[in-house]
């Protein structure tokens, strides 16, 4: 299990945390999933065999944000 | 589709917007023939502003999340298909435009705390065999050496074990004042040496340094949510179908769907939900940046409402070390009889010794001279000769061994005793020199914080000491405190918070947080200082205060307070704007893009009041805190 943190840009309305939340359930791979509106981060905890965090990266960016960094 | 940035949008959407605002009003009027150019703008106007609205409202369907871009994306594709293209083209760009406005805004408020994290060292200097290295701060390992030379960054917490520096401890403790470490004493990660040079052996690295730790508790806290917020949020997310459901209804009713529509643009509940959140994390990372951690949105709130604060008393209110407090002379000048004292001193190790040749040279400069001779008449003192002249200094019982007549300040020395003082007695040729009394100093600033505590009016301060009574009563009185606890054992500590909060409600406990652990954790709130590297107190602590400057406490109350009246200054902004603009509605005097740059404009406001506080008390807090702006 791999834990990153990506901090977006854009997260201006508290429905993005929904919005970011469902998907990321509905994301094969992603165990769990916690979006912080405050600070404009996502936390992930995700199967490194089954999605990579470029793949989330990229999901979370359809949305509208911007990732700005990962760790 | 488009790979415009926000920005991009911003402003081609801004022209597009421009010039079907000056076709309509001005030369359409005129020029029936400009009517299909007008309108061909003002539907390539929408659909470019509209793409990413469109698309994200649909993403969010598709997860079922009912957000604002649904409602604006309902609101414009209404108004196209009813002719009111300008209505359309107007929300479009208007909730674009705002949005980007708030991304900008935002980040910068977030950015309180990502500018905390630039002060993260990046590299480290280390000597391993002999060789020096420069690698990654997260590389090196326990027990490594790491050299710090003028100008750079420590990149671990640990024991400095040569060299000497003057160290900013800004990024720990928010003072901007340099302290000096020499070997011995203990330096942190993301402090910079700025002048001298230090050789650090690494005792915390990488993810386990107090830097470390802070920004991940002040993370922590920006993201903890208060009560109100979830509120708020679980509030958003029925409100917005709602909002639907009700346009349907009165669109229906009326049969006037540009009314329904009206009231899905102005009902958006941005403004509301964002309030408290936003004041908060501006709130958090100013107190981070000034030394002083809360550990979420809740206790910013709770600690400026606390009417009682409990303070622990040794290492609290006082230095925690023993320091001249008053010194009495006999025909002998003061500083003359404290160098002589101190001089004899020299020879001991006494701590009480130790306070005198800190005052002493404190006030004559650095002591080098040394007795001709000197012995130790344990229990009592000591006798030293100087200067030809033989010295007794240490307490009565000395003076008694010596056959040194003192009776005429029995009355001072009791006196003193009473206070609390520790007295010391130095005499020479068969008589009284003088009296140093000694005790556990107060804090410099505790005064000023204890006057400006009740200033910000806090009704109840005490003391809570394991001290004897006299010795409490003599700092209580002092400080001017409320009253005071004493002889306490650490669980009597508890037992006093339960009796006080009984009587005040709300307690705050104020501690060093090493022996007032139990104290601080069942006290309503608690408030450790001096914490920088105890990790303990860091982690039990409601509130934290990295420096020793107790004086803080009166700035954190301000910045509470302050940030209580930003929350409820932006709920009751947006609460009001929503009802004008739903009574605008029923009245038909606020139309589609009206009610958009209305409510964005809200959205704005409620981001910019709460930047405010990230300013709070940044000219001069230290003499004037910031109890007269709050209210």
């Known amino acids: 299990m791999t834990n990153k943190t990506i901090q977006l840009e854009g997260m201006t309305c508290p429905t993005c945390v929904m919005k970011i939340e469902k998907l990321l359930k509905k994301t094969k791979g992603v165990q769990e999933s916690e979006v912080l509106y405050n600070s404009g981060r996502v936390k992930v905890s995700f199967d490194e065999n089954t999605v990579s965090v470029d793949d989330i990266s990229a999901a979370i960016e359809q949305l509208g944000y911007r990732v700005v960094s990962v760790k | 589709m488009f790979k415009l940035s926000k920005k991009q949008i911003v402003w081609i959407t801004g022209i597009l917007a421009l010039i079907a605002l000056i076709l309509n009003k001005v030369v359409y009027r005129d020029l029936e023939a400009y009517a299909t150019v007008s309108i061909g703008i003002m539907i390539l106007g929408t659909i470019i502003a509209g793409y990413n609205i469109f698309k994200t409202a649909f993403v969010g369907l598709r997860y079922g999340v009912i957000g604002i871009d649904l409602l604006v994306s309902i609101a414009a594709i209404g108004a196209v298909i009813i002719g009111e293209y300008w209505e359309a083209q107007a929300v479009t760009f208007l909730f674009t435009f705002g949005d980007y406005l708030e991304s900008l805004t935002l980040e910068k408020t977030r950015d309180s705390i990502r500018s905390l994290m630039d002060l993260a060292p990046d590299i480290a200097r280390i000597r391993r065999n002999g060789e020096e290295l420069e690698i990654s701060p997260d590389e090196v390992i326990y027990g490594d050496l790491v050299i710090i030379k003028p100008g750079e960054k420590i990149a671990v917490d640990g024991d400095v074990i040569e060299g000497s520096a003057y160290v900013n401890q800004a990024a720990i403790t928010g003072e901007s004042m340099p302290v000096s470490r020499d070997p011995g004493e203990e330096v942190f990660s993301g402090t910079i040496v700025e002048s001298g040079y230090l050789v650090v052996k690494a005792e915390k690295v990488g993810e386990d340094t107090t830097f470390a ?128 004292a101190a001089i004899g001193e020299s020879y001991s190790e006494h701590p009480l010794g130790s306070a005198i040749i800190r005052e002493a040279e404190e006030r004559v400069g650095k002591i080098t001279e040394t007795p001709a001779e000197a012995h130790m008449l344990i229990g009592h003192g000591l006798a030293f000769t100087y200067e030809g002249i033989e010295y007794f200094i240490g307490n009565r019982k000395l003076l008694d061994d010596q056959n040194i007549d003192y009776s005429s300040h029995e009355e001072y020395l009791n006196a003193e005793e009473e206070l609390g003082q520790t007295a010391v007695i130095m005499a020479s040729e068969d008589k009284v020199n003088g009296i140093i009394s000694i005790a556990d100093t107060i804090r410099p600033e505790a005064n000023q914080l204890v006057a400006d505590l009740h200033a910000q009016n806090v009704k109840h301060i005490v003391m809570l000491t394991g001290d004897n009574r006299r010795a409490a009563q003599a700092v209580a009185d002092e400080l001017g405190l409320d009253g005071h606890y004493s002889e306490l054992l650490p669980e009597d500590k508890v037992s006093a918070l339960t009796e006080l909060s009984a009587e005040y409600g709300e307690v705050a406990m104020v501690g060093d947080g090493i022996n007032d652990a139990p104290a601080l954790a069942s006290a309503d709130l608690g408030i450790a200082i001096g914490a920088a590297g105890a990790d303990v107190a860091m982690e039990t602590a409601d509130v934290v205060l990295m420096s020793n400057d107790i004086g803080r406490l009166s700035y954190a109350m301000g910045l509470s307070r302050a940030t209580a009246n930003n929350v409820k200054q932006n709920v009751i902004f947006a609460i009001i704007v929503v009802l004008v603009l739903l009574l605008g509605v029923l009245v038909q005097s606020v139309n589609m893009s009206l009610g958009m740059l209305v409510h964005e404009g809200s959205v704005l406001l409620v981001i910019l009041n709460a930047m405010r506080l990230l300013n709070y008390g940044r000219k001069d807090k230290r003499q004037k805190p910031e109890a007269v702006k709050v209210g």
């Open chain 2, 213 to 340: 730790r802070i920004l991940h508790m002040v993370e922590e806290a920006q993201d903890k949510k208060a009560s109100s917020q979830k509120f708020l949020e679980k509030f958003a997310a029925w409100y917005t179908p709602a909002i639907i459901l009700l346009s349907i209804v009165v669109g229906l009713i009326s049969r006037d769907i540009r009314l329904a529509l009206t009231l899905l643009v102005v009902s958006c509940p941005g403004a509301l939900v964002i309030s408290t959140p936003i004041s908060y994390v501006a709130a958090i990372g100013n107190g981070a940046k000034n030394g002083v951690l809360v550990k979420g949105g809740e206790i910013m709130e709770k600690l400026g409402r606390v009417k009682a604060i409990a303070f622990d008393k040794t290492g609290t209110l006082t230095e925690g070390k023993p320091g001249v407090s008053r010194v009495k002379t006999f025909d002998m000048d003061e500083n003359e009889f404290l160098r002589i």
